[in-house]
């Protein structure tokens, strides 16, 4: 599966960004889905994460509360909804699947770029 991360761009501090994450060549209902964020200078870090069903989500503590992950599987999608957006949220946005389970991520798409200015 070819997966490809969209919407990205420039907002201003408390604005809001919808990233979406397209599966293509298989369904990404198979796959428990993530994001995850690089800033310049930084390793790349967990964001987000929602299992196969949608049943279950996961967030690192630096964005709980202000952004929210889900899937639509019918549409071979996945979302990423940031509100309340700060400066050290600015990074490229990956979005990536794994097989179900305790299953490294092994599926990585071409990453997205969100700025956030103060």
């Known amino acids: 599966v070819q997966l490809q991360a969209s919407g990205g761009g420039l907002v201003q501090a408390g604005g809001s960004l919808r990233l979406s994450c397209a599966g293509s060549?298989?369904?990404?209902?198979?796959?428990?889905m993530g994001w995850f964020r690089q800033a310049p200078g930084k390793e790349r870090e967990f964001v987000a994460a929602?299992?196969?069903?949608?049943?279950?989500?996961y967030y690192a503590e630096s964005v709980k509360g202000r952004f929210t992950i889900s899937r639509d599987n019918a549409m071979n999608t996945v979302a990423l909804q940031m509100n309340s957006l700060i400066p050290d949220d600015t990074a490229v946005y990956y979005c990536?699947?794994?097989?179900?389970?305790?299953?490294?991520?092994?599926?990585w798409g071409q990453g997205t770029q969100v700025t956030v200015s103060s």
């Open positions: 060549g298989r369904t990404v209902s198979r796959y428990d």
């Open positions: 990536a699947g794994k097989t179900r389970g305790p299953y490294e991520y092994d599926l």
């Open positions: 929602i299992s196969w069903s949608g049943s279950r989500t």
